[in-house]
């Protein structure tokens, strides 16, 4: 009867402990990636294939995270670029919406003259952290900003480093893994001080590219210092008696520069290899070691931990993302409301392939390619490598994706490309849509790359 009655009063006193710790506002944490694709982490992406696991690298800490948490297998960057990818994740509207295509304004000498677009995020934009400050959070931001020159203390972030760019505070081709490190432990402090004034709070890390020219060596050398580091946030947050309190989420700005196998394309293009991107989340009421195959972006970031963390006012008008908590809370399964049922990405640029846009809805993914005016369709559950163009034998529905991706753009006032009326000579462009041809009859990813080559890591 003695040891029944003691198992009651514990079972009671655990009972209230846990109800305290939900009761209480959750944390939350944003590691943000540098240019690393779907395959570049050794966590295997989706649970039944074999081939969507990296094989260069080991991340063990990422491992870690993934484990304790949600791997969504069909988790999207905004854009095949940083800078619009960075926008897109704290505000939670689209690129194609914020103006903030890419991430500068060259104009080139091509047939299609690109837009001018935004380089500096506006300060009437509402970021998670505002949001967040609404209800009393404390944040931050640490790392790769790239979102202007104007501080991220004018959007909200109450502790920053700067609004640095590529090179970091130092200015330097390769941050790393100087500013790796130190962008960690700025975050560590920010926790541990944040806990001793018993403040709620937010918290992102964006990671830095080593630029230039790199070989394989190198490149799994700077993986291996971000995942790294990753493990000593994961350390400091157990060590805080953070853990169950804290939501931990781990996504990337756009795909690698060059392969990205076993997915098609690369950063800057609108093919998987470019925008599908890791996309893990942990926390309290996640089941551990656990999928899902709902199709998230790094929109439903803003909307999801404003769900999570119980902010009263509504999200702002024009936020695109959805709120995947649902999702999160039940084991991976669920459907996501949003604004609009079609999730597109926009990219009026060369980079150095055609301009282009992508439109998924349901199974289905229609690109559309502007210097040639060509439409290929794919159906992602059956073809995620994007092997075969479906164009020809579904022109309804090719003609339907179509005509959503135009209304799409009308809606949120997209900029387009226009017409060049002084374009490069007509055999240096014949060339280069050739070799853009080429590439896209290879499934997309070599498309007009030539010797252009993909650029510095933006």
């Given amino acids: 009867m003695k040891m029944s009655l003691l198992a009651l009063l514990g079972a009671l006193v655990l009972s209230s402990v846990t109800y305290a710790a939900s009761s209480s506002p959750p944390n939350f944490i944003v590691i943000y990636g540098e240019g690393s694709g779907w395959t570049s982490t050794s966590v295997q992406m989706d649970e039944r294939n074999p081939a969507s696991k990296g094989v260069h ?116 081709s390769s941050p790393n893994p100087k500013q790796a490190y130190a962008i960690t432990t700025l975050g560590i402090n920010f926790m541990e001080r944040q806990l001793k004034a018993k403040k709620p709070f937010y918290l992102q890390v964006s990671h830095y590219p080593n630029q230039g020219p790199q070989t394989q060596e190198e490149v799994d050398a700077d993986t291996v210092v971000t995942d790294k580091t990753i493990g000593q946030l994961l350390d400091a947050v157990k060590r805080l008696g953070l853990s169950e309190n804290t939501y931990i989420i781990y996504t990337t700005d756009h795909g690698t520069i060059g392969e990205n196998l076993p997915l098609n394309g690369s950063k800057g293009l609108v093919w998987e290899g470019g925008i599908r991107v890791p996309f893990f989340v942990s926390g309290p009421g996640i089941k551990p070691k656990s999928y899902s195959h709902v199709r998230v972006s790094q929109l439903d970031v803003f909307p999801t931990i404003s769900a999570l963390a119980k902010v009263k006012d509504k999200v702002p008008a024009g936020v695109e993302g959805g709120d995947i908590s649902s999702v999160l809370l039940n084991g991976g399964v669920g459907s996501v409301v949003r604004l609009r049922e079609e999730f597109v990405v926009h990219v009026p640029h060369y980079d150095p392939q055609s301009p282009a846009s992508a439109i998924f809805l349901g199974n289905y993914k229609l690109i559309r390619i502007y210097e040639t005016e060509e439409r290929r369709l794919y159906d992602l559950a059956k073809d995620p490598y994007e092997k075969t163009d479906l164009s020809a034998q579904m022109p309804a529905k090719v003609a339907e994706l179509d005509a959503r991706l135009t209304k799409y753009l009308k809606d949120v006032n997209a900029q387009m490309t226009t017409l060049n009326p002084n374009p490069q000579s007509a055999s240096a462009e014949g060339a280069d849509t050739a070799g853009m041809a080429a590439g896209m009859a290879a499934g997309g990813m070599a498309a007009g790359m030539g010797a252009e080559g993909m650029g510095a890591a933006q």
């Fill in 57 to 172: 690298a080991p991340t063990p800490n990422l491992e870690r995270l993934a484990s304790a948490g949600m791997v969504f297998s069909e988790g999207y960057a905004p854009s095949p670029r940083c800078t619009p990818s960075r926008a897109g994740l704290i505000t939670g509207r689209s690129p194609a919406a914020l103006h903030m295509t890419f991430v500068n304004n060259t104009q080139g000498n091509r047939k299609l003259l690109p837009p001018n677009i935004v380089m500096e995020l506006p300060t009437s934009e509402v970021t998670i952290a505002e949001q967040l400050k609404t209800v009393g959070y404390a944040t931050a931001h640490f790392g790769k900003w790239h979102l202007g020159m104007g501080s991220p203390a004018i959007h909200g972030f109450d502790e920053t480093d700067g609004a640095n760019s590529n090179g970091g505070p130092e200015n330097t």
